[in-house]
């Protein structure tokens, strides 16, 4: 079981927007400004989108932008496009150096 | 352009000791600029942060594996390598190596290595 909870599946049309859900605690989320946000497709490895729960990597599309309120992060994605299809991921830093991640969420483009 | 490229035995016996190496290219562990991690994901599932080291050696592990890792560094040949001693097949999963920034985002990964654990 995952530090952190996600949903396991969402679903948007193409031009929509989403917004991914990633609950901590007072440990993780709720403590300190350190929520990441990767994107996976299949069978690859996991991309940075998000880092400090709301900058974005240089080339990341503006698209994708993070928001955090109390012990829940958020990940959202606007004008949903077809390539967005693909499994999310949450992590953050947790107290006395350490990472916890979340279980993942399944976006479909509908 | 920062790549990480694991390698190891694909195939562990119960009991036994998971050993993957990390071989960094377009930077240095050296440079102390960066902590070096491992991150593992099972078949269908979450990530599970496993443990990250600096230049120096110093290392931090996760609570749930602490008893059972081992992270070392050599900054000659630019790697840095995981064991994980007595495997069940809980531990069959795919196993990452990432650059882990001071924020704690994992900003470059490597193609990761798919290891069974199985008699």
């Known amino acids: 079981q995952s530090a952190l909870t996600q949903p396991a599946s969402v679903s948007g049309s193409p031009g929509q927007s989403i917004t991914i859900s990633c609950t901590g605690t007072s440990s993780d989320i709720g403590s300190y400004s350190f929520v990441s946000w990767y994107q996976q497709h299949p069978g690859k490895a996991p991309k940075l989108l998000i880092y400090e729960v709301t900058k974005r990597p240089s080339g990341v599309s503006n698209r994708f932008s993070g928001s955090k309120s109390g012990n829940t992060a958020s990940l959202t994605i606007s004008g949903l496009q077809a390539e967005d299809e693909a499994d999310y991921y949450c992590c953050s830093y947790a107290r006395s150096s350490n990472l916890v991640c979340g279980g993942g969420t399944n976006l479909a483009v509908l | 352009q920062v790549q990480l490229q694991e390698s190891g035995p694909g195939l562990v016996k119960p009991s036994e000791t998971l050993s993957l190496t990390c071989t960094v290219s377009g930077d240095f562990i050296s440079s102390g600029t960066y902590y070096w991690s491992w991150i593992r994901q099972p078949a269908g599932k979450g990530l599970e942060w496993i443990g990250r080291i600096y230049t120096s050696g110093k290392t931090n592990y996760s609570p749930s594996l602490k008893s059972r890792v081992t992270i070392s560094v050599d900054t000659s040949k630019n790697q840095f390598s995981l064991n994980l001693s007595s495997v069940t097949a809980a531990d069959t999963a795919v196993y990452y190596c990432?650059?882990?920034?001071?924020?704690?985002?994992?900003?470059?990964w490597g193609q990761g290595t798919l290891v069974t654990v199985s008699s």
């Open positions: 990432a650059r882990l920034s001071t924020d704690w985002s994992c900003d470059f």
